[in-house]
């Protein structure tokens, strides 16, 4: 196996393995991702739940706190009476840290019957003044007058929808004032003595909150507070009463859609508990109890929707991960390619000039032997090698001129001496050059230049060389057509076209990329092998693109070849 097949075996090998690689790591990121994706889903719906319950433990906690201190006890209702108790218990509330918004209206309600009185009492001084019962207040009305004194549940809850809070204060015995329920009791004050009765209730308590307050301000500041922390909130979220109607008491966004009907959580809360239970971890309050729902849906639709979508997300992106290391992978393995071929070019560079430099020097040098040794003494065989050690030498100064060449050819400063032409003088120049190589090829010169031929911008030399490269390369690799053809006109309004073509075997298509790469010799010249170096056409490409102009090829197996060069008119202001 052949050095060239081996390498090449290996790199289909590497590519094999990259992707598998690259597959492989596509699956393990897809299952991955699905494990990822539902461990956050979990996460997300745990957080969500929390971060619901927070937000009603704080608005259970701060309303409850109001709510105790403004609430006296029943010593206090015995010792003060109910105008000084009350009074004393809003002014401790207003030294403190007061909510003020946080509810629209106080009153007590004192047992009379089944027709209690209700007492509004006064924001600022605490004074109590009955009044008729409000209207909206009549369902509460109804419920307490039903509730005998002495047989009261400590703690009734309001309609679910109802703004209203209510709180017994219950009456004392002189043998347990103030004492706390035990824990067994239902939330039931301890009963008494051997008659074994619940204590009447004394009063109770009303808090009307202010829903606008609340739906407008503190809920908003709760949730931006707890849930929606980001620029952009994540969820949408609605609070529904708990009542047969399902009453809306708030909404995050006006979306047509109902957040309960597909919610990602929810919690109840607004619930509050009396105050000798303020100490437990629940809030006095068993789960599930609570007037309100607050639900939370995510803006993906749903928390399933989101985590499939950023999964969607994640996987599009290890996708393009591996594509582009793949893709990494062939540009580094055709890279090395192209280097190793490069490399191998400029090997065969360094033979083949070896060798152009070997025939001319070994002739040069003979001739020079047989002159110094007086072995040539006749005048005309003294002219025939000194001839031959000119012409000799001039080949090889053809070839260090035209490696030079190549290497300065990218250089810019060349273009400081560009200046308007005669392109029919150029092409003239150059094929009188290079006559001697087209009569030794035996190639019939058929010549087509266009009269008023336009000028075009460029140098002298440098173009010259490059249509001699043409030239040459006609003769030696199309002689065997016994014809080269020469054509110049005008190519559209700015540009001139050149054509050099031969009736030559051609180029195999496989090789027509190749051509003006620099170092590259076709298969055919080195099996007849032709001299060269492999620069020539790569130094009429950069000369021609130095130029402003291009280069193609055309070309058929056994019709020959057409290299045609297209060059940019001289400006008519550099023409004059």
């Known amino acids: 196996m052949k050095p060239t097949d081996r390498q090449s075996k290996l790199e289909w090998i590497f590519l094999a393995l990259l992707a598998l690689l690259c597959a492989g790591l596509g699956v393990l990121q897809f299952r991955w991702t699905g494990d990822l994706g539902a461990a956050e889903q979990l996460r997300l719906q745990t957080s969500l739940n929390d971060q619901l319950r927070r937000i009603g433990n704080v608005f259970d906690t701060e309303l409850r706190m109001n709510c105790n201190a403004l609430m006296p006890s029943s010593v206090e209702l015995e010792d003060l009476g109910a105008d000084e108790a009350h009074a ?21 309600v004192i047992p009379h ?13 605490g004074a109590l003044r009955e009044i008729e019962w409000p209207q909206d207040w009549l369902a509460l009305r109804a419920r307490l007058g039903k509730r005998p004194p002495d047989r009261g549940a400590p703690f009734f809850v309001a309609a679910a929808a109802s703004a209203l809070v209510e709180f017994p204060i219950f009456d004392t015995g002189p043998d347990d004032r103030g004492r706390p329920p035990p824990e067994d009791s239902g939330g039931f004050p301890p009963e008494r003595g051997p008659e074994r009765r619940l204590p009447r209730e004394h009063e109770w308590m009303i808090f009307e909150v202010n829903l606008d307050f609340i739906t407008h301000s503190w809920l908003p500041a709760l949730i931006k507070t707890h849930l929606n922390t980001a620029a952009a909130p994540d969820y949408d979220v609605e609070i529904r009463a708990n009542d047969s109607a399902n009453s809306l008491v708030f909404a995050s966004s006006d979306s047509a859609s109902r957040v309960s009907e597909s919610a990602d959580g929810s919690a109840r809360f607004f619930a509050v508990e009396l105050p000798w239970r303020r100490g437990r971890d629940d809030g006095g309050r068993e789960d599930g109890n609570g007037r309100w729902t607050i639900f939370a849906r995510h803006r993906a639709g749903s928390i399933e929707a989101a985590v499939t979508s950023a999964r969607r997300r994640n996987l599009l992106v290890a996708v393009l991960l591996n594509g582009l290391i793949f893709v990494a992978g062939c540009a580094l393995l055709r890279h090395t390619r192209r280097s190793r071929q490069l490399a191998d070019a400029q090997m065969k560079f360094v033979a083949n000039v070896s060798h152009e430099l ?23 065989q003294i002219a025939q090698y000194a001839g031959l050690i000119v012409h000799h030498a001039e080949q090889l ?52 230049i266009a009269a008023n031929l336009p000028p075009v911008q460029g140098d002298t030399e440098a173009l010259q060389r490059a249509f001699q490269n043409l030239l040459l390369n006609a003769a030696r690799h199309g002689g065997e057509g016994k014809w080269i053809g020469v054509a110049a006109a005008k190519h559209g309004a700015d540009a001139v076209k050149i054509e050099i073509i031969d009736r030559g075997g051609g180029i195999p ?29 790569s130094l009429v490409r950069e000369i021609v693109e130095a130029h402003g102009g291009s280069i193609s090829v055309q070309s058929e197996s056994g019709r020959g070849s057409t290299f045609t060069v297209r060059l940019p008119v001289s400006p008519p202001a550099s023409a004059s």
């Open 88 to 108: 004393a218990r809003l002014a401790k509330w207003n030294s403190g840290k007061p909510n003020h918004a946080l509810f629209r209206r106080l009153a007590v």
């Open 397 to 448: 100064t053809s070839m260090v001129e035209q490696v030079l060449a190549f290497a300065g050819a990218t250089r810019t400063e060349s273009a400081a001496h560009h200046r308007p032409l005669a392109l029919a003088q150029i092409l003239r120049d150059s094929i009188a050059t290079v006559a001697s190589e087209i009569d030794a090829a035996q190639c019939r010169l058929e010549i087509e």
């Open 358 to 380: 070997r025939t001319p020097l070994t002739v040069i040098r003979g001739a020079g032997h047989n002159l110094q040794r007086g072995i040539v003494r006749e005048p005309v």
């Open 113 to 125: 019957g089944s027709d209690p009185k209700v007492f509004e009492m006064n924001s600022t001084t």
């Open 509 to 537: 298509k496989n090789e027509l990329e190749q051509i003006f790469h620099p170092f590259f010799r076709g298969a055919a010249s080195e099996a007849k092998q032709i001299r060269g170096s492999g620069l020539g056409l």
